[in-house]
Structures are given as C-alpha cells and as structure tokens.
C-alpha cells in the first residue's frame, strides 16, 4: 500500500487526523491555542470545543492522541474536529474538551519524546512517563485558563495516549479524578502484522508497576477484534494492574468495523462505549 493510502487508513485508529485546519469550518475548528508548558518550546497545540448551547454544566476532559509507528506521519497530525462523533459525544454533556498534541506532533514544538527504545527490550515505562508529562502539562495549563470547569479533570487517552493516561494515573495527581483508557498501550502492530506486538510481557509488567501507585478509578475499554492489543493481552495488562493494588474496570466490548482499535473515534463508535463512559464518570 503506498504510504500515504495507509497513513490515511492509519491516523483514524490512533486518534487523530490529517484534515487540514483551512478545510474546517469555525464551528469545527473550534478555538485553537498554544498551551504552556516549561518543557516545551512554544507549548502544547491544542484545540479546544466548547460545551454545546442548552448542554448542563459539566467538566474539563482531556482527549489524547495515539502515535502512528511511522515518524513521517506525525509532522502532518491534527487534533480531531470539534464536529467528530467522540468529542460531540462530551460537548454533548456539557463537558469542556481539550485535544492537545504532544512533543514531536502536528504544530507542537519540541523533539518526539515517547520511543520505547528497541523491540527486543522496549521501555514501556519511560515511554508512558513521558506521554503523561505532556498531558498533565496540558491539564495544568487549561485549569489556569479563565472559563474552565472548576475541579479535576477527566483524561480520555486512545492508544498511546490512552497508555500515557495509564502512566498519569500511576502518579495519582490531584489535578485528575478519572482515566479512561480506550485500547490503551504501546507496541502494537509491528511491521504492520495484526497483533504482533513488541515483548507483552514488557507491557503487562510496566502495567503491573503502574498500578503499584495508581489509586484513581480507570476504565478500560478495548473491542475483540484490535489489531494492536488483542483480547487476551488486554485482559492480562488490566488484571497485572489490579493485582497491583490499581482500581480497573475493564470493559470488552464485541469486534467494531473493520478494526476495532478505530472504537472510539469510529462512526457509531460512541453507541458501544458511551453508556459505560457515561455511567463512570458519574
């Protein structure tokens, strides 16, 4: 498939996309700003969408990206429009939604910091430490902005960015009261083959060591047919986590189109992991 095909095919899954920003309309586009942070030069590119007219007042949600294994593809990353099916699910609610893009993609400054080092011994641990040193950055920074919900936030994470919101847990900031890990991990999908992932035994003990220091709820959902984290690695990563002494609540839902590790930013996507969502954050 030629490179730019499968990027297309690609960026969906990890939760961004390619749109670029003079093809969206305002309402779309939503506002977009530069959020600080010491660590990164200019900030975090963000975009953010306000809550929809008539909608109860509600929260701030953080909504994080994944990481397409081919670093050509991330310069081109965008945050999602304010108008896909995931986000409209949350402004939906009322909630205030961030989408910030991390080191290394789209208009974000900074070198690309999440690698895991090699596949024969990745360093799962490092890798979600330093996607979660982005999102709490980003966290920070919107709860300094004026209009922003008061309290902790909700961190919503797909793939990768589900796997840093794993990571953020494990540190138990103040600043965050729920994780949602949609097909959360690293890894996946190694020369392009369909569960074929860099040492799981790797991923299940950084999720075990993970869930030593992680006391806030999180929910987990991940679809039977993830060609990243298949069925059975999900469930070993969440009971590691458990065991661990980690609140988990692991959802596995049955397959979704064509690839289920698209769920959460597949179209009808929100009618199989909205109820369960909604019902968490409670």
Known sequence: MHRLAAAALLLPLLGACAIAESDLSAEQ?????????EHVPGGLYTRLCAPQPGSPPGRLVLINH???????IRPAMRPASCQSEAVRWFTARGHLVALP?????????GAWAEGYGSCASPD?????????????????????????????????????GGWGALALAAGDPP????????????????????NNVCR?????????????????????????????????????????????????????????????????FGRGGSAIWGPEVEAFLR
């Open 124 to 160: 799962y641990l490092r890798a979600g430490r330093e996607t979660a040193r982005d999102i709490l950055a980003a966290t920070r920074a919107m709860q300094a902005r004026p209009g922003t919900p008061a309290g902790p936030a909700i961190i919503v994470g797909q793939s990768a």
């Open 175 to 194: 600043e965050v009261s729920r994780i949602v890990n949609m097909a959360g991990g690293r890894g996946g999908r190694q020369n392009d083959q369909p």
């Open 29 to 37: 586009a939503g506002e977009t700003v530069m959020l600080p942070a």
């Open 101 to 109: 893009m991390r080191r290394g993609y789209g208009r974000t400054g």
């Open 200 to 264: 799981p035994d790797n991923l299940v003990r950084a999720a075990s060591s993970f869930g030593l220091t992680a006391r806030m709820p999180t929910l987990w959902i991940y679809a039977a047919n993830d060609s990243f984290f298949a069925p059975d690695l999900a469930r070993d990563m969440a009971h590691a986590w458990r065991l661990a002494g980690g609140p988990v609540m692991l959802s596995q839902k049955p397959a979704f189109g064509q690839d289920g590790h698209g769920l959460f």
């Open 66 to 72: 994944g990481s397409p294994g081919d670093p050509a």
